[in-house]
């Protein structure tokens, strides 16, 4: 009795000690969520819920012809986890998705098969299968036996991601560049801005390891989409470019070169290519010389110096100038003429035609060594001593001499005539070639024609203009312009002279390094100029480093401009024919609209004094009449009176300017 009275006092004891413990459990738990439950719900929620950034699609570039020439595209990796798919589906199926496998990688069957079993029994969690599979072929490959199962019973694991592709990968690399953490580079960088779009933020949900799952939340935001960027590239001409530039850099064996193309009127760049030599001895666009080297420019900075003296009638071009036999010594230097024709007199046409370092040297040494800030005014009113301000980055700022500058010396002036003791970059200096070619007008380069959302124009980029109205005196234009006419017909590029594709323009040859005495020398050669001729479309730059094979413009750099040229005169001279046959019509209807040519069935004598004798002799001629005349400008004087009646094969007598 007593033992049982001990053995029921134990219990109550027993069971008051755990109801004391367990009512201690409470109260400290109770104290606990009290004192700790924000620091646990934040644990919680950390584990099992996140914001999750939803990138923007980024927006498209396209080419001039609308074709797209960058874009984001969704691809896909897929890892394979042996581990949740079981023994008996694994077996089932393996060889099925095998031959599968072996259809869509082209790889034998075996192959996966062996591969498969290893993994499987080494329980490989994470195997990689596929990377960067396009939607088409991920569809298929979902299908497949086992991983249509998904993932937690097929082991399917799938990571979306956004790749940038661009279509010019080989041929324009460096031109659409790039944004992301090597920096900003190319159209890609220079109008990220507006490709880029606004990234987006959801709340999410764990629900297995790594898979996540979204939550409908009041603070979600919805990415914006990037805008789309049409530029001015035209994939044909870059092409043309790129081969042309491709193949003389391969004979040449030079270390980098580039071509830059630029729209006459609007200012737009179709091409622009930049190509190097790498370690494997091919050539691929890795820098973009046409923007960012600065180099001395040698010849081609001729025509500036020239047409610096034609601005202040320091020349004309009936004075000659004493060349001495292609040798001159200034201050201790001699300045030598590397093209020496035997000419010891030269007027300034044939200086810049012959490309003679010693007549423009002397030119402007006499004109201006008392006072060479008035020749140096004229690079700073053309902005020859400030960047472009183009929108691509990474632009060199040119280097002009100050005469209060250590920079500066005795030899400083006369050594800069012909390119020397200042850098320019092929950009730059084509800016000013193609001011030339537009009668004066200067425009800066244009890589973008409009940014669009959706289809909506947001921004129109129109050309602006860099020097209003004009870079020089017209009569000083055509002077020049002449001049480098002649450079091709009959001077230093005159073996590419072609009367059926003229262009215009100037050689240079660019010694480096030459203050080091070093046995070997390297050399930039280069040609800009603009086709056609007359009334051009195109200007165009071609600068070539240190060729190995030869090194004189002409030798290396015509070649391409004139490779490109020849390819593109049949896109554009096909619409100046037909401009010129509708001028000619035009102006035959002019006529004989406003002057009665052919009234009440006879003919009658129009007034033809000031047109064109070259486009009035043939019109007459194709109605029958005889044409004797002298001159070769604009009609001064008809043997017919205006309004008088004409015989039919009648000689008309007309006096033409000289």
């Not at 940014?451 to 124009?457: E, F, V």
């Amino acid at each position: 009795m007593k033992q049982k009275r001990y053995i029921f006092l134990y219990k109550s004891y027993l069971i008051g000690f755990l109801f004391i413990f367990i009512a201690a459990l409470i109260i400290l738990n109770l104290f606990y969520i009290q004192n700790y439950s924000e620091g646990y719900k934040k644990y919680v929620i950390e584990k099992t819920i996140r914001t999750n950034l939803i990138k923007a699609k980024r927006g498209n570039i396209y080419a001039s012809d609308n074709s797209i020439l960058a874009m984001s595209v969704v691809r896909y990796d897929i890892h394979i986890d042996f581990r949740s798919i079981s023994e008996k589906l694994f077996q089932e199926n393996i060889y099925s998705l095998s031959n599968s496998l072996d259809f869509l990688f082209k790889k034998p069957k075996f192959f996966f098969y062996k591969k498969f079993q290893y993994e499987k029994k080494r329980g490989n969690r994470y195997f990689l299968l596929a990377k960067n599979l396009d939607y088409p072929h991920f569809k298929i490959l979902r299908n497949f036996p086992i991983f249509n199962k998904g993932q937690i019973r097929g082991g399917f694991i799938v990571e979306k991601k956004i790749c940038r592709i661009h279509t010019l990968e080989n041929i324009g690399k460096r031109t659409l560049g790039y944004d992301d953490h090597r920096g900003k580079v190319g159209l890609e960088g220079a109008f990220s801005k507006y490709l880029k779009g606004k990234d987006g933020k959801r709340l999410e949900q764990r629900i297995s390891f790594k898979i996540w799952k979204p939550l409908k939340s009041e603070n979600d935001i919805n990415p914006e989409d990037g805008k789309d960027v049409y530029s001015t590239i035209d994939i044909y001409l870059q092409d043309i470019a790129y081969h042309a530039l491709l193949q003389e850099l391969s004979i040449s064996q030079a270390d980098h070169g580039c071509v830059i193309l630029m729209d006459v009127k609007s200012g737009e760049i179709p091409a622009m290519i930049n190509l190097e030599r790498t370690k494997k001895n091919t050539y691929e666009d890795l820098r973009n010389f046409s923007v960012w080297e600065g180099s001395e420019p040698g010849s081609t900075f001729k025509t500036m110096a020239i047409l610096a003296a034609l601005e202040d009638k320091k020349i004309d071009v009936d004075m000659i100038v004493n060349t001495k036999g292609g040798i001159m010594k200034l201050r201790g230097k001699k300045i030598r003429d590397s093209h020496y024709n035997g000419y010891v007199e030269m007027n300034p046409k044939q200086i810049l035609e012959l490309s003679s370092n010693v007549g423009v040297a002397k030119i402007i040494y006499e004109n201006y060594k008392d006072n060479p800030e008035k020749f140096i005014e004229h690079l700073r009113k053309w902005k020859l001593d400030k960047k472009i301000g183009i929108d691509i980055p990474g632009e060199s700022m040119p280097f002009i001499p100050n005469r209060n500058s250590k920079h500066w010396s005795s030899i400083t002036l006369p050594w800069m005539t012909f390119g020397y003791n200042i850098k320019l970059t092929p950009l730059q200096i084509l800016t000013f070639y193609n001011a030339i070619a537009n009668q004066g007008k200067m425009i800066k380069p244009l890589f973008i024609k409009e940014i669009k959302y959706h289809g909506k124009s947001i921004k129109k980029y129109t050309k602006p203009i860099l020097m209003n109205p004009s870079i020089a005196q017209k009569s000083s234009l055509i002077e020049i312009q002449n001049m480098l006419a002649g450079v091709v017909k009959n001077g230093t590029a005159k073996k590419y002279y072609n009367p059926e594709w003229p262009y215009a323009g100037k050689t240079g040859t660019t010694q480096l390094n030459y203050w080091k005495k070093e046995k070997s020398l390297s050399y930039n050669s280069s040609f800009v100029g603009y086709f056609p001729a007359k009334n051009p479309k195109y200007s165009c730059i071609v600068v070539i480093s240190k060729p190995e094979k030869g090194y004189y413009g002409i030798e290396v750099a015509v070649p391409v401009f004139d490779k490109i040229a020849r390819s593109i005169y049949p896109r554009i001279g096909r619409k100046i024919l037909l401009k010129n046959k509708k001028n000619k019509e035009n102006l035959l209807n002019q006529i004989i609209e406003s002057k009665n040519l052919y009234n009440n069935n006879k003919w009658i004598m129009p007034n033809v004094i000031s047109f064109p004798g070259k486009e009035i002799i043939p019109l007459l001629e194709n109605k029958g009449f005889h044409i004797q005349y002298e001159g070769i400008g604009k009609v001064i004087s008809q043997s017919i009176l205006p309004g008088k009646k004409l015989r039919k094969n009648q000689t008309i007598f007309l006096k033409l300017e000289e």
